[in-house]
């Protein structure tokens, strides 16, 4: 069942590409894209969440902006990973368009190209950059042009809220927060959540992000630990050496940025209940005091039961509570994907979310047509039960403390910070030279493949869902159903 609600006249954006799903970290890696196709699979078959979107086709971020915060150098780096697909398609444009005006950012991809052609000798590199060092940043066929698309859309759905084109904007793409400057964490290579942000700064004074994620945020808290236009707010798993081992509550963040960071470490088994009473006590005097402007939720999905590394113990309705309560201030609002690795289950929980943004609450079976439906067996239904028997070990007057010095921090904090920056943002949306990707140098099930494509096309998404991008800027390819 598929309940609507009053909130449903909200314009919501949702980025997407057939390419997330296909990359693959490695079979035995925890991280799995292909919970993104499946996701979108399931907003699919829903055909009502569908026809409700106004959808985006994801296009690569260009170099140049993922240099807005990283090193360059790193940047230069990670560019050797380009898929064989994107490497073909640059040096094909490149060599065939001599008399006509090749993008700049197309140029520099070439020249990259070149270079690493020559240069094969790079593996000094990997420990600087901790990319391909460890298991948990491999490298894989096709990494940078993964980070590509996961910043492309982040930065993008900044944009559809920057030029009114969206009130929420969705990139389950996104949401890599563990990646530094100059340096891969925790699965992440390039901080598309950072790039969102500092796009949002151009326009907006303040911006709030909030992190439900199992892990802390760190890298976005790194990113803004020293500035007061941004706060950040992170609800995380905490001790016993549980990855990052950063996010204590006394971390506040330094300089003008003091108090600009919130921190809510939790120890584990922490259910609906206890986790959304505490959730709406520390967000609500975050938004009466900080009055952000915008706000970007990392919607990480292993703070859910069952999750293979978080030992949280949420339901795909609490968590979905936050987004609810999130939207009730009205204020602007992008959500981004992040963790979660029983990979079922957070395709289940971003489509339920999806839902929410467009104010439908949806309550039913895993479509039978679903292309990944037997990835759900033994419960073919959208949500499923948390564990049982689960010892909370959070307990009530820790909750209590944790809020108490929450407030404490928050009186510090004065009343209008930061400067508005008069900065409009270049068109994210131009008209765009689209050209079709070679689906044989692709490694997926064709069967799935073909039988989205057709049910897509049943409800009118455009076959360019396929294609790789030669400007800049995200190409609408539906438009919500009125």
């Given at each position: 069942?598929i309940?609507?609600?009053?909130?449903?006249?909200?314009?919501?954006?949702?980025?997407?590409?057939?390419?997330i799903?296909?990359?693959?970290?490695g079979?035995?890696?925890?991280?799995?894209?292909?919970?993104?196709?499946?996701?979108?699979?399931?907003?699919?078959?829903?055909?009502?969440l569908?026809r409700?979107?106004?959808?985006?086709?994801?296009r690569?971020a260009?170099l140049?902006e993922?240099?807005?915060f990283?090193?360059?150098e790193?940047?230069?780096y990670?560019s050797?990973?380009?898929?064989?697909?994107?490497?073909?398609?640059?040096?094909?444009?490149?060599?065939?368009?001599?008399?006509?005006?090749?993008?700049?950012?197309?140029l520099?991809?070439?020249?990259?190209?070149?270079?690493?052609?020559?240069n094969k000798?790079?593996k000094n590199?990997?420990?600087?950059?901790?990319?391909?060092?460890?298991?948990?940043?491999?490298?894989?066929s096709?990494?940078?042009s993964?980070?590509?698309?996961?910043?492309?859309?982040?930065?993008d759905?900044?944009?559809?809220i920057?030029?009114?084109?969206?009130?929420?904007?969705?990139?389950w793409?996104?949401g890599?927060?563990?990646?530094?400057?100059?340096?891969a964490?925790?699965?992440?290579?390039?901080?598309?959540?950072?790039?969102?942000?500092?796009?949002?700064?151009r326009?907006?004074?303040?911006?709030?992000?909030?992190?439900?994620?199992?892990?802390?945020?760190?890298?976005?808290?790194?990113?803004f630990?020293l500035?007061?236009?941004?706060?950040t707010?992170?609800?995380?798993?905490?001790?016993d050496?549980?990855?990052?081992?950063?996010?204590q509550?006394?971390?506040?963040?330094?300089?003008?940025?003091r108090?600009?960071a919130v921190?809510?470490?939790?120890?584990?088994?922490?259910?609906?209940?206890?986790y959304?009473d505490l959730?709406?006590?520390?967000?609500?005097?975050?938004?009466?005091?900080?009055?952000?402007?915008?706000?970007v939720?990392?919607?990480?999905?292993?703070?859910l039961?069952?999750?293979?590394l978080?030992?949280?113990?949420?339901?795909?309705?609490?968590?979905?509570q936050?987004?609810?309560?999130?939207?009730?201030?009205?204020?602007?609002l992008?959500?981004?994907?992040?963790?979660?690795?029983?990979?079922?289950?957070?395709?289940?929980?971003w489509?339920y979310?999806?839902g929410l943004c467009l104010?439908?609450?949806?309550?039913?079976p895993?479509p039978?047509?679903?292309?990944?439906?037997?990835?759900?067996?033994?419960?073919?239904?959208?949500h499923f039960?948390?564990?049982?028997?689960?010892?909370?070990k959070?307990?009530?007057?820790d909750?209590?403390k944790?809020?108490?010095?929450?407030?404490d921090?928050?009186k510090?904090?004065?009343?209008?910070?930061?400067?508005?920056?008069?900065?409009?943002?270049?068109?994210?949306?131009?008209?765009m030279?689209?050209?079709?990707?070679?689906d044989?140098?692709i490694?997926?099930?064709?069967?799935?493949?073909?039988?989205?494509?057709e049910?897509?096309?049943?409800?009118g998404v455009?076959?360019?869902?396929?294609?790789?991008?030669?400007?800049?800027?995200?190409?609408?390819?539906h438009?919500?159903?009125?």
């Amino acid at each position: 069942m598929i309940q609507a609600d009053s909130d449903s006249s909200r314009r919501v954006a949702y980025f997407y590409n057939r390419l997330i799903g296909k990359f693959h970290y490695g079979k035995e890696h925890p991280m799995k894209p292909k919970r993104i196709a499946m996701a979108h699979s399931l907003i699919v078959n829903f055909g009502q969440l569908y026809r409700s979107l106004d959808v985006y086709l994801i296009r690569e971020a260009q170099l140049e902006e993922l240099k807005k915060f990283h090193d360059p150098e790193y940047v230069t780096y990670l560019s050797q990973y380009m898929s064989d697909n994107k490497v073909n398609f640059v040096k094909e444009y490149c060599s065939t368009n001599n008399d006509g005006v090749i993008p700049e950012n197309l140029l520099e991809e070439y020249r990259l190209i070149t270079k690493w052609s020559q240069n094969k000798n790079t593996k000094n590199l990997n420990a600087e950059y901790k990319v391909g060092d460890s298991a948990d940043n491999p490298t894989f066929s096709g990494l940078f042009s993964y980070c590509q698309f996961s910043a492309g859309a982040s930065i993008d759905c900044a944009h559809t809220i920057l030029t009114g084109q969206a009130d929420i904007a969705i990139n389950w793409s996104g949401g890599l927060h563990h990646a530094k400057k100059k340096e891969a964490a925790g699965f992440c290579y390039i901080n598309d959540i950072v790039l969102c942000i500092l796009e949002l700064l151009r326009i907006y004074v303040r911006v709030l992000y909030v992190d439900i994620d199992c892990h802390h945020g760190d890298g976005v808290e790194e990113a803004f630990y020293l500035t007061n236009r941004v706060m950040t707010l992170s609800f995380h798993q905490y001790g016993d050496d549980f990855f990052p081992g950063t996010g204590q509550l006394n971390s506040v963040g330094l300089g003008v940025g003091r108090y600009y960071a919130v921190n809510v470490p939790l120890k584990p088994g922490i259910s609906d209940g206890p986790y959304l009473d505490l959730f709406k006590k520390v967000t609500s005097r975050v938004m009466e005091t900080f009055r952000p402007d915008c706000v970007v939720v990392q919607c990480g999905a292993d703070s859910l039961s069952l999750d293979r590394l978080g030992a949280l113990n949420l339901s795909i309705k609490g968590h979905g509570q936050c987004i609810t309560y999130m939207k009730q201030f009205g204020v602007p609002l992008i959500l981004l994907g992040g963790g979660g690795y029983t990979i079922q289950n957070v395709s289940r929980c971003w489509a339920y979310e999806t839902g929410l943004c467009l104010g439908q609450n949806i309550d039913e079976p895993i479509p039978t047509n679903d292309v990944y439906y037997k990835n759900y067996s033994g419960d073919y239904h959208l949500h499923f039960p948390i564990q049982e028997h689960v010892e909370n070990k959070n307990k009530a007057e820790d909750l209590n403390k944790i809020v108490s010095q929450v407030y404490d921090h928050l009186k510090n904090l004065e009343n209008a910070p930061g400067i508005h920056f008069h900065d409009v943002p270049y068109s994210f949306y131009p008209n765009m030279d689209l050209e079709n990707e070679d689906d044989n140098k692709i490694n997926m099930d064709m069967k799935q493949e073909i039988s989205l494509s057709e049910l897509e096309q049943e409800i009118g998404v455009s076959d360019e869902a396929n294609a790789i991008s030669v400007n800049s800027g995200s190409r609408k390819i539906h438009s919500k159903e009125v």
